[in-house]
């Protein structure tokens, strides 16, 4: 621990020189040194990764060791939580570990995990947040998973992938991922027949050449990831796994078709994209018994409405107050009508042109309601949340 509390120790240190105004030029050519493991340059990195963290990791990210990479890339802490969980075993490979956040919640739940790295300093920040979190039934290994020196020393029952990926790629295939998964499950599956990778969930489901379960995960009402298990890891073809509650829909669940709506009902639904994503809203509505219509389904938001209430985690609910022309004249004089106060933009507008278009809209209200305001083609529907 005494490695641990120095690299700490340095890392508190430039994160107060920081913020106490002194400049990146000024702190690395007189105030750091560069130690046995990191460079002065990436131990900067890694204190503005650590004044960064605490949004995707909470009190625990203002002490994991991260560069900018493993802070865009490392999974969160309820769903690598939740994939540990998943993949229980006695053994468990994760050949591309990173700064080692899923491979030490996989060690908190199975017997063994053998982290696997090509990248030397990724690997260092691996065994530094092991250490951090008294981790001690982790193997590491540093090199090529893909290479006969590294694979030929894994033994386990699951092995799991996370490939890094290029951020300016525009479309998502396996090709562009490293290690490239074909070639780890062709490999791997001399180890063993349960395999798992995760992929960018806005892949193409045509793009995903390996046989296996699909499993998109929601966090807090967005997509975050997508998973894909192999072998005796599948359990459908697709699904979706809400979270924090663990609602899940998949394939398997009975689908009922929803048709079109004339017009909003009592009640509006905003789709979790990640149902959309996963093309499970048909088992989404089997499931729930939903009695109702598809108001919308755009790129971004997908409507449904009813004139009965449901609960999912997958929902959030609305009551519908009013619609009318899509016009600025025509929304405020409805927006007076309903004793609106606030409004919240529910359809897709530029982001410079948000705060001007919110303002003309409230201008001059009093009312009590914060009013939610959708566009369905050239109608303008004003509803209000529903905490459930």
Known sequence: MDEVREIERIIERIVNLIRRGYSRGKILSEMVEDTSIFSREKLFEMARCRMRSREKFGELGERLFLDEESLRYSTPPLIADYRARRLEGDIIADISCGAGIQAIYFAMRSGKVIAVERDPV?????????????????????????????????????????????????????????????????????????????????????????????????????????????????????SAISLPREERVTSNDPRRKVGLAEQPLDYLYEVDPTIVKADLLENLAGKIDFDGFLLMMGKRRTLLTSSEWFESSFLRGYHFLTSCKFSVEEIRKELLDVDAGKVMLRFSIDPKDYWRFRKRLEEGLSGSKKVELFRVGERAILAERVNS
């Open 122 to 238: 990724k690997l260092e920040l691996a065994k530094l947040n092991a250490r951090l979190l008294n981790i001690k039934n982790m193997e590491f290994i540093q090199g090529d998973a893909l290479s006969r020196e590294v694979y030929g020393r894994i033994k386990a029952d699951i092995v799991f992938s996370d490939p890094s990926r290029k951020p300016e790629e525009r479309i998502r295939t396996m090709d562009g991922l490293e290690p490239p998964p074909l070639k780890v499950y062709d490999i791997y599956r001399k180890v063993t027949d349960k395999i798992a990778f995760e992929l960018p969930p806005q892949i193409r489901k045509e793009n995903v050449l390996i046989d296996g379960e699909r499993e998109y995960t929601s966090l807090d009402f967005k997509l975050n990831r997508l998973a894909l298990y192999t072998g005796p890891l599948k359990r459908c073809d697709v």
